[in-house]
Nanobody, 115 residues
């Protein structure tokens, strides 16, 4: 089993920045991809960014050029630097990890961007 713990959410003004962190624990040797999804009120969960253990990244279209994902493959930690935040970035952000066997989710951290 894998457990994911997010931190770093909060309230920020439009144009500001936040940094999210996620730490994996448990059977972390299984993990090959980590990343972030988000869910805004009344909407489905959408990809923000993911990073593989080899360092390959993929971003959702709405955050390209503004958000940067990074990670520590050995420690199984992942970070999301969010710059130039917009009110439409307001959502619950979920840490995500996947192995050959299963997909894991954190409990989520709220990010609120005021206009």
């Amino acid at each position: 089993q894998v457990q994911l713990m997010e931190s770093g959410g909060g309230l920020v003004q439009a144009g500001g920045s936040l940094r999210l962190s996620c730490a994996a624990s448990g059977s972390i040797f299984q993990i090959n991809v980590m990343g972030w999804y988000r869910q805004a009120p009344g909407k489905g969960r959408e990809l923000v960014a993911i990073i593989s253990s080899g360092g390959s990244t993929n971003y959702g279209d709405s955050v390209k050029g503004r958000f940067t994902i990074s990670g520590d493959s050995a420690k199984k930690m992942v970070y999301l630097q969010m710059d130039s935040l917009k009110p439409e970035d307001t959502a619950v952000y979920y840490c995500y990890a996947t192995s050959s066997y299963s997909t894991y989710w954190g409990q989520g951290t709220q990010v609120t961007v005021s206009s």
